[in-house]
């Protein structure tokens, strides 16, 4: 049996904070690479056909973490914390994410950080363009170089009648938070499967789908902890049941 082929899209070349996200991207290769999958990378700057020929070899799609989408996508102007705002990403990753949710074929679905908000956004959400916008909220950006990538700076809590639950297998999880903006609005049709402390939503899944979950951490950096682990086998496994 084949192994799956796991589509993952990418940063530009451009995005200012580029070395820190190539070793998110490789964490992210690993991952799947371990969990049994085959990684492809999708490079940015295809035209709209080639994108959807690509999308449609894939057996499962992971929309990576990295730079702001413009806030013009959910009615909002620009803020002066924002950064790594990128068009073309924005347009092959929204196109990516109206193909993956709207497709019968109900490809698997996994979003980390960014990889969250694009599919918010894409299907209606807002989000706030910096955290210091949601009232009360506690710290989430916990990044290099003052922090570790693998530092657990909060605990998050899971639905337990969610796709992440029964993959986690556990109410609560501690994890990692290298995030300055977070959901708003909420889309129509997602689900809330984890919050922070504070209230803010830490994860969204389409419920009723064999496996369309986001997660606003960052589990490539988790190895060693089963969790994560599982996070990205259980993503694989349903991708090659697709």
């Known amino acids: 049996m084949r192994p799956p082929l796991i589509g993952i899209t990418v940063h530009p070349k451009t995005a200012p904070d580029r070395d820190d996200l190539d070793t998110l991207l490789e964490g992210i290769i690993a991952g799947v690479?371990?969990?049994?999958?085959?990684?492809?990378l999708i490079p940015l700057g295809l035209d709209e056909a080639t994108l959807r020929d690509l999308y449609a070899r894939l057996d499962g799609l992971l929309l990576s973490g990295g730079g702001d989408i413009e806030p013009g996508r959910y009615g909002a102007t620009m803020h002066e914390s924002m950064g790594g705002v990128d068009a073309e990403r924005d347009r092959a990753e929204f196109a990516l994410a109206q193909w993956i949710v709207n497709d019968p074929a109900r490809k698997p679905l996994f979003g980390i950080c960014r990889g969250l908000q694009v599919i918010n956004v894409a299907l209606g959400g807002t989000l706030y363009r910096d955290i210091g916008e949601y009232p009360n909220a506690i710290r989430h950006t916990f990044s290099a170089p003052d922090y570790p990538n693998d530092y657990l700076p909060h605990e998050v809590k899971i639905d337990e009648d969610s796709t992440l639950a029964r993959v986690i297998g556990q109410p609560i999880l501690r994890v990692n938070s290298l995030h300055h903006q977070a959901c708003r609005d909420v889309a129509p049709g997602l689900r809330v499967s984890a919050v922070a402390p504070d209230g803010l939503v830490e994860a969204i899944e389409i419920p009723h789908h064999p496996f369309a979950l986001t997660v606003q951490w960052h589990p490539e950096c988790l190895p060693a902890?089963?969790?994560?682990?599982?996070?990205?086998?259980?993503?694989?496994?349903a991708s090659g049941r697709a």
């Open 225 to 237: 902890a089963p969790e994560m682990r599982a996070l990205f086998e259980a993503f694989v496994a």
């Open 33 to 40: 690479e371990r969990a049994g999958g085959l990684p492809l």
